[in-house]
């Protein structure tokens, strides 16, 4: 419900002149449920059992995986990236930013 609420806010044109109270405080409440949905997903991203087994792995896999583990972590400051974003629009928009 919160994201065809948020769809449907975000898909009117200016969507800010005609938001409500409640449609800023429900854009806010998803903005914040996502941001800390994605920082939970973030923090399973650690891949110890990855780089634990990235040394007995044959050779000619090594380059791959670390490209596996280059991407893990670009993944993850992007991740922390976006949340903190959404943290920062959530609180913009609470009560449509009075």
Do not use: W
């Not at 903005?31 to 949905?37: C, H, I, L, N, W």
């Not at 991407?71 to 976006?82: D, G, K, S």
């Amino acid at each position: 419900m919160k994201k065809i609420l948020a769809i449907l806010l975000l898909a009117s044109s200016p969507a800010a002149a005609q938001m409500t109270d409640v449609g800023c405080n429900a854009l806010s409440a998803s903005a914040e449920d996502a941001s800390v949905r994605l920082d939970d997903m973030a923090d399973k991203m650690k891949g110890g059992a990855f780089l634990e087994a990235m040394p007995h792995m044959p050779q000619k896999t090594k380059a791959a995986a670390a490209d596996v583990e280059d991407a893990r972590i670009a993944a993850v400051m992007a991740l922390r990236e976006y949340t903190h974003a959404l943290m920062d629009f959530s609180t913009a928009i609470r009560n449509c930013g009075q």
